[in-house]
């Protein structure tokens, strides 16, 4: 691994892996690679693209893939990604239940008094 201020590379066995988009942030910068995904066919072309059959999911495995969003949210994913959804509605979800239900257990204002006076 090697790089400077403008990218990172990894070399791994004459491949070369070059980070040289920069996302800059409030505390700095991120090196990320925008990368293609080739698919390998039975005789051996290499396809540009996946076939669309692979693409075709449910609504709540594409919500789960995708970090949980909102029903709405995650059709809006799956078509800029190229998926097919299968018809049906998301339905509650458990991890997301249970995500909420921890949030509401937090208590959202101490019961210990306010600081009156600066102490040394």
């Not at 920069?22 to 996946?50: D, F, L, P, Y």
Request: glycine share 8%.
């Amino acid at each position: 691994m090697h790089g400077d201020h403008d990218n990172i590379t990894l070399t791994k066995e004459g491949m070369d892996v070059k980070f040289d988009m920069k996302i800059h942030g409030n505390r700095g910068a991120v090196c990320a690679a925008c990368m293609q995904r080739n698919v390998v066919t039975e005789a051996g072309a290499v396809a540009a693209e996946m076939p669309t059959e692979d693409l075709k999911m449910s609504v709540k495995v594409a919500h789960g893939k995708f970090g949980h969003p909102s029903e709405e949210l995650t059709r809006k994913i799956a078509k800029a990604l190229g998926h097919t959804m299968a018809r049906g509605n998301l339905g509650p979800c458990e991890d997301c239940a249970i995500s909420k239900s921890k949030q509401k257990n937090i208590p959202k204002e101490s019961d210990m008094p306010k600081a009156t006076k600066k102490e040394n």
